[in-house]
Nanobody, 121 residues
Framework: QLQFVESGGGLVQPGESLRLSCAAS????????IGWFRQAPGKDREGVSC???????YYEDSVQGRFTISRDNRKNTVILQMNKVKPEDTGVYYC???????????????WGQGTQVTVSS
């Protein structure tokens, strides 16, 4: 059975760090580009970061320099390391798998269930 699961979210204070994981079973993540998207209440799902099949990394401007996306192929997992978080980083974070790296959610074939990230004092 295919599973695609995000974990690692929670409540953190501004300036702290979180490490989100996107773990797959039933398919191999290194055959896909992986994107992290987030969605705040009343807003559309927006791209945060993505990584190509060759591990090229792309970041939305507001997170560049603070977030890092990486692959751990042995664990069939993609990581989003979130440093120096800000209140505007709050949202439900989803990982998706696509044929090629893209900022367009429509290009992603598989999605996880999401993990909530709340940045607040």
């Amino acid at each position: 059975q295919l599973q695609f699961v995000e974990s690692g979210g929670g409540l953190v204070q501004p300036g702290e760090s979180l490490r989100l994981s996107c773990a797959a079973s039933g398919f191999t993540l290194d055959y896909y580009a992986i994107g992290w998207f987030r969605q705040a209440p009343g807003k559309d799902r927006e791209g945060v970061s993505c990584i190509s099949k060759k591990s090229e990394q792309y970041y939305e401007d507001s997170v560049q320099g603070r977030f890092t996306i990486s692959r751990d192929n042995r664990k069939n997992t993609v990581i989003l390391q979130m440093n120096k978080v800000k209140p505007e980083d709050t949202g439900v974070y989803y990982c998706g798998a696509a044929a090629e790296a893209s900022w367009d959610p429509a290009e992603y074939d598989y999605w996880g269930q999401g993990t909530q990230v709340t940045v607040s004092s």
